[in-house]
């Protein structure tokens, strides 16, 4: 049954890009408009109604697509990760004061086995834990004030303590191993939630 899940999830992932979803485009100037879009190689598609074609959006124009629909909305915001790199289309998971992304990486393996029906590259059927070990995550943290986005899984607990230093309960909460690397998105509602009010 896990292992359906997982297949599920990733049919998801390849094929949801691959396929115009209700969505909202939202620009730089903090306007948005309702129509249709997906996500290609950190591009933008965008169309207000299924007749017409899409047109291509990027950071210089775009700050995110939200899609929605079927009681779920999911945003991708461009999030720059360093001085010398582009903007990247990231999940936002968690908005407050300090916003969390999630980063989804998906190995080759997964796709040959979209394209071969549940077969990888090298012939083998999907069983045991092969799914699992082909998707990997890396989440990112920004607050409003800063340009750039930090990485917060490697070096974990160094990083979460000089980026959260300003909230002793979680430092402590972290140092008895209630928040680990296994639970951040709880990590940075419970943050959002209680901290900044704890000066």
């Known amino acids: 049954m896990k292992n359906l899940a997982i297949l599920l999830f990733l049919f998801t992932i390849n094929y949801g890009f ?4 209700t969505a909202t485009i939202v620009f730089n100037d903090s306007t948005s408009i309702l129509g249709m879009g997906e996500i290609k190689n950190n591009k933008i598609y965008f169309k207000i109604e299924q007749k017409d074609n899409p047109t291509e959006w990027s950071y210089d124009m775009a700050s ?13 915001e461009y999030v720059k990760i360093s001085k010398n790199s582009s903007p990247e289309l990231i999940e936002v998971v968690n908005e407050g004061n300090v916003t969390l992304y999630k980063q989804i990486k998906v190995t080759n393996s997964i796709f040959d086995l979209a394209r071969n029906g549940y077969l990888l590259s090298n012939g083998e059927r999907i069983g045991g834990n092969n799914l699992e070990s082909d998707v990997q995550y890396k989440y ?3 607050r409003k004030t800063e340009e750039f986005a930090t990485i917060i899984h ?3 607990k160094e990083k979460i303590f000089d980026y959260f230093s300003d909230c002793p309960i979680l430092k402590k909460k972290i140092n008895q191993k209630i928040y680990t690397k296994k639970n951040i998105e709880e990590m940075i509602e419970y943050y959002n939630n209680y901290c900044n009010d704890e000066q």
């Open 64 to 76: 995110a697509l939200i899609f929605s629909g079927y009681g779920f909305s999911e945003k991708y």
């Open 140 to 142: 990112f943290v920004k």
């Open 154 to 156: 490697f070096n974990f």
């Open 18 to 21: 691959c396929q115009m979803q």
